[in-house]
């Protein structure tokens, strides 16, 4: 709590641990947090982002899959959102990612979920 992680982004919400696990999502391999569109700031999960920010959530396009947005909490590099989508793994740090992070997909992002 508090340390300095250099230039690593904050991460708001209900955040219980420097890994970015929250209230809501806590299991082993919960250490991503995102960026949200709306208001430019990493949230562990979009419960998160719903009970501490004060307006609607917005979604990443298409066209902003090469945005920075994506933060591994093991590592605290930031990934854009192609390379997070193409990855099961942190591709810096090897840290497994939460696999069923998948079926909340659409909540995320305004396009769809690729196959490959
Ligand atoms: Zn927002
Ligand atoms: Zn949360
Ligand atoms: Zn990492």
Redesign the pocket.
């Known amino acids: 709590m508090g340390e300095d992680r250099g230039t690593a982004p904050r991460v708001l919400g209900r955040v219980v641990d420097d890994m970015t696990r929250c209230e809501h999502y806590r299991g082993e391999t919960d250490i991503v947090a995102l960026k949200f569109a709306c208001c430019g700031e990493y949230y562990p999960c979009y419960r998160c982002h719903e009970e501490a920010a004060d307006h609607p959530l917005a979604r990443w396009r298409e066209q902003d899959r090469q945005q920075s947005a994506v933060l591994?909490?093991?590592?605290?590099?930031e990934l854009s959102i192609d390379e997070y989508l193409r990855a099961g793994a942190?591709?810096?740090?090897?840290?497994l990612f939460n696999p069923n992070c998948r079926l909340h997909h659409d909540i995320y992002f305004d396009f769809p979920a690729e196959a490959s």
Do not use: L, T
């Open positions: 591994c909490g093991a590592c605290r590099s942190c591709p810096r740090c090897a840290a």
